[in-house]
């Protein structure tokens, strides 16, 4: 396939099926970062019941959460969180304690 060039595009130096493969990286990475952010302000709002049983069930989901979530990805999903108004955000690094 040819490679089409004009300065009105960005990636001119790419193909088309480079520049497609970019972009569906780019939505995958866009995706993973706004669910991850879903997910931690779904199990935070937990926290706001009354139900005894329903708030230790966050409180669990939330710490499982804030450890599975990729460290490269991180600073994406604190900017979702910020946009989502929950106070929960994530550290660059997470140290699990080993017993």
């Not at 193909?15 to 199990?43: C, F, G, H, M, N």
């Amino acid at each position: 396939m040819e490679e089409i060039k004009s300065p009105n595009r960005p990636f001119a130096d790419l193909s088309p099926s480079k520049d497609l493969a970019q972009l569906r990286r780019r939505l995958q990475r866009w995706q993973q970062v706004r669910t991850w952010a879903r997910l931690i302000r779904e199990a935070e709002s937990l926290w706001h019941l009354e139900v005894r049983e329903l708030r230790r069930i966050g409180a669990i989901e939330l710490t499982q959460l804030l450890q599975e979530v990729p460290p490269h990805l991180r600073e994406r999903v604190n900017r979702w969180l910020g946009k989502f108004s929950v106070s929960t955000r994530l550290k660059r690094k997470v140290y699990i304690k080993e017993s």
